[in-house]
């Protein structure tokens, strides 16, 4: 059969990806094999435009042509160069067999010299092995680039929401118009008091869009807040790297973002009505919930009796509310004791700023050793004592203590400034816990009452609140701050406090 009286289909391709950008524009390539097409005389019954690698077998466009070729329709195809019909095997092999069987009887392309035959369909193979043995080295080169980027602590692609690439420094930097709603949203998620779909509102309503300026949805924010990446390492495949871009948040923060998303995975209960105590108090008789209901208006507290009988009795909601501000009053700082105490606050800062070198001093050893055993294991690795996975492994765990160090390491280079801080501020709050029975605010008298409180019970319409330390100073000192004219007892309340600030979390950094 003459090429003039055989149906051609034209099929083009360009990949998508980056190796292949040389290769010509569809529209050069569609260009070119119709004027190709045109000199030679060859019938074009239909065109097979398509934009996918060819590097695995399913391209859609493709194997429609093929099908056309194996129906009868067309029984040669013209095509810029060999490597635009297949650059793996398996296709190759397709259009292979089908001139073995004599359904396509003809390849024309203006790059490539092909001619039916058993020699022609030896180049034809070389050519598609050249083509794949390309894919496949390139492949393997791009791979090993990115595992020594890894392994330099430096992302290998285009940047996570919160950085941006540094062309010039090949790295990742932070984006100081979105890293602080990054660190808002995990701030906002790990107090508890949001669910995905709210942090989502409120944090899309601040400004924060992705990375080509649409609406982030709840999965974004998931895999946001799962992100490792923010507090300084990187996850790739499955295994842990040490970063060497800045952190946007602590692990710490993190890892309470973690806690919270797994609580928040668990069934979720019906929803109950939102009475202000439901779930605060228990009975101080039998020990049982104190629950919420209203009758005739008003809201009562009762015992839920689940464990049989209970003489405990109900109680008004605004009597219960009326104790909660007579246990706050009962740690509050007189105005004249306020100012003292922070002034000899900040000389115990002073002298402190000189006493921490010993502390960091171990903990940089700490980290040094890590440096060396992470060493080791790879030496070991390379050596072929451990398995690949073994050594993702013990890597992991490694990296693991080593940011626990690190973490350790900053906070308590900022612990002299931070502890002090919050002391300050510790004493603050208490000198306003007046003003807080006084402002009305029945939510805000209950939060406080968590934070000074733990475990209130309720028996004989009685509200007993055991004090958490260090509020417990406050409440023992109270009758002597009201009475106390000279500076004893103020003496005595400071001593206890600067103990208490070693002690409690709660003069502690977060």
Same mark, same amino acid.
């Not at 097979?48 to 493709?62: D, H, L, M, Q």
């Not at 952190?247 to 993190?254: E, G, W, Y």
């Not at 009452?449 to 417990?472: D, E």
């Given at each position: 059969?003459?090429?003039?009286?055989?149906?051609?289909?034209?099929?083009?391709?360009?990949?998508?990806?980056?190796?292949?950008?040389?290769?010509?524009?569809?529209?050069?390539?569609?260009?070119?094999?119709?004027?190709?097409?045109?000199?030679?005389?060859?019938?074009?019954?239909?065109?097979?435009?398509?934009?996918?690698?060819?590097?695995?077998?399913?391209?859609?466009?493709?194997?429609?042509?093929?099908?056309?070729?194996?129906?009868?329709?067309? &029984?040669?195809?013209?095509?810029?160069?060999?490597?635009?019909? @297949?650059?793996?095997?398996?296709?190759?092999?397709?259009?292979?067999?089908?001139?073995?069987?004599?359904?396509?009887?003809?390849?024309?392309?203006? $790059?490539?010299?092909?001619?039916?035959?058993?020699?022609?369909?030896?180049?034809?193979?070389?050519?598609?092995?050249?083509?794949? =043995?390309?894919?496949?080295?390139?492949?393997?080169?791009?791979?090993?680039?990115?595992?020594?980027?890894?392994?330099?602590? +430096?992302?290998?692609?285009?940047?996570?929401?919160? =950085?941006?690439?540094?062309?010039?420094?090949? &790295? +990742?930097?932070?984006?100081?118009?979105? @890293?602080? #709603?990054?660190?808002?949203?995990?701030?906002?998620?790990?107090?508890?008091?949001?669910?995905?779909?709210?942090?989502?509102?409120?944090?899309? *309503?601040?400004?924060?869009?992705?990375?080509?300026?649409?609406?982030?949805?709840?999965?974004?924010?998931?895999?946001?807040?799962?992100?490792?990446?923010?507090?300084?390492?990187?996850?790739?495949?499955?295994?842990?790297? !040490?970063?060497?871009?800045?952190?946007?948040?602590?692990?710490?923060?993190?890892?309470?973002?973690?806690?919270?998303?797994?609580?928040?995975?668990?069934?979720?209960?019906?929803?109950?009505?939102? =009475?202000?105590?439901?779930?605060?108090?228990?009975?101080?008789?039998?020990?049982?919930?104190?629950?919420?209901?209203?009758?005739?208006?008003?809201?009562?507290?009762?015992?839920?009796?689940?464990?049989?009988? &209970?003489?405990?009795?109900?109680?008004?909601?605004?009597?219960?509310?009326?104790? +909660?501000?007579?246990?706050?009053? $009962?740690?509050?700082?007189?105005?004249?004791?306020?100012?003292?105490?922070?002034?000899?606050?900040?000389?115990?800062? !002073?002298?402190?700023?000189?006493?921490?070198?010993?502390?960091?001093?171990?903990?940089?050893?700490?980290? /040094? !050793?890590?440096?060396?055993?992470?060493?080791?294991?790879?030496?070991?690795?390379?050596?072929?004592?451990?398995?690949?996975?073994?050594?993702?492994?013990?890597?992991?765990?490694?990296? /693991?203590?080593?940011?626990?160090?690190?973490?350790?390491?900053?906070?308590?280079?900022?612990?002299?400034?931070?502890?002090?801080? #919050?002391?300050?501020?510790?004493?603050?709050?208490?000198?306003?816990?007046?003003?807080?029975?006084?402002?009305?605010?029945?939510?805000?008298?209950?939060?406080?009452?968590?934070?000074?409180?733990?475990?209130?019970?309720? *028996?004989?319409?009685?509200?007993?609140?055991?004090?958490?330390?260090?509020? $417990?100073?406050?409440?023992?000192?109270?009758?002597?701050?009201? $009475? @106390?004219?000279?500076?004893?007892?103020?003496?005595?309340?400071?001593?206890?406090?600067?103990?208490?600030?070693?002690?409690?979390?709660?003069?502690?950094?977060?």
């Amino acid at each position: 059969m003459s090429v003039q009286s055989q149906k051609f289909f034209l099929y083009v391709r360009k990949s998508t990806d980056e190796a292949e950008r040389q290769v010509l524009s569809i529209e050069a390539q569609l260009f070119e094999l119709r004027e190709y097409a045109k000199k030679e005389g060859l019938h074009i019954i239909g065109e097979y435009i398509e934009s996918k690698t060819a590097k695995e077998p399913g391209r859609e466009v493709f194997n429609e042509m093929l099908a056309g070729i194996e129906d009868g329709k067309a &029984c040669g195809v013209v095509a810029w160069h060999a490597d635009r019909l @297949a650059r793996n095997s398996i296709d190759g092999g397709r259009i292979i067999y089908l001139l073995d069987t004599g359904k396509l009887e003809s390849l024309k392309f203006p $790059t490539l010299w092909f001619e039916n035959t058993p020699q022609g369909k030896f180049m034809l193979s070389i050519a598609f092995g050249q083509s794949k =043995y390309y894919v496949d080295n390139l492949s393997e080169n791009i791979k090993r680039g990115v595992r020594q980027k890894l392994r330099n602590g +430096i992302w290998p692609g285009y940047a996570p929401l919160g =950085y941006l690439n540094d062309k010039n420094k090949r &790295c +990742i930097v932070v984006d100081k118009e979105k @890293a602080p #709603l990054i660190r808002k949203t995990f701030e906002l998620y790990a107090s508890g008091e949001h669910s995905l779909s709210g942090l989502r509102e409120i944090i899309n *309503a601040l400004g924060l869009v992705g990375k080509k300026g649409g609406v982030l949805s709840v999965s974004n924010f998931q895999y946001l807040l799962k992100n490792p990446i923010y507090f300084g390492m990187i996850r790739y495949n499955g295994e842990l790297y !040490e970063g060497k871009h800045e952190p946007i948040i602590s692990k710490r923060l993190f890892d309470r973002a973690q806690m919270v998303m797994k609580q928040k995975s668990k069934p979720k209960t019906k929803q109950l009505k939102p =009475y202000l105590y439901r779930g605060l108090f228990h009975c101080g008789e039998c020990g049982c919930f104190i629950t919420t209901e209203t009758q005739k208006g008003h809201n009562y507290l009762r015992c839920t009796k689940r464990k049989g009988n &209970c003489t405990e009795r109900y109680t008004r909601e605004e009597i219960v509310s009326k104790q +909660i501000k007579d246990v706050i009053q $009962t740690v509050a700082l007189p105005d004249e004791w306020t100012d003292w105490l922070i002034a000899e606050n900040r000389k115990d800062k !002073e002298k402190s700023d000189h006493s921490s070198a010993a502390l960091i001093g171990k903990l940089e050893g700490e980290i /040094t !050793e890590i440096d060396s055993k992470l060493e080791t294991l790879l030496d070991m690795t390379i050596g072929g004592h451990l398995s690949q996975d073994e050594y993702a492994s013990k890597k992991a765990a490694l990296l /693991t203590q080593k940011t626990d160090f690190k973490e350790k390491l900053a906070t308590f280079r900022d612990q002299s400034h931070n502890r002090f801080e #919050l002391t300050e501020s510790f004493i603050k709050e208490l000198n306003q816990a007046e003003k807080i029975t006084a402002s009305g605010n029945l939510e805000a008298n209950r939060d406080f009452l968590k934070k000074i409180g733990s475990n209130p019970t309720l *028996a004989a319409r009685t509200l007993r609140v055991p004090l958490q330390k260090p509020f $417990t100073l406050a409440f023992m000192h109270k009758s002597a701050a009201l $009475t @106390a004219l000279a500076s004893g007892p103020k003496s005595l309340f400071y001593s206890k406090l600067r103990a208490t600030r070693v002690k409690y979390p709660v003069l502690q950094a977060p």
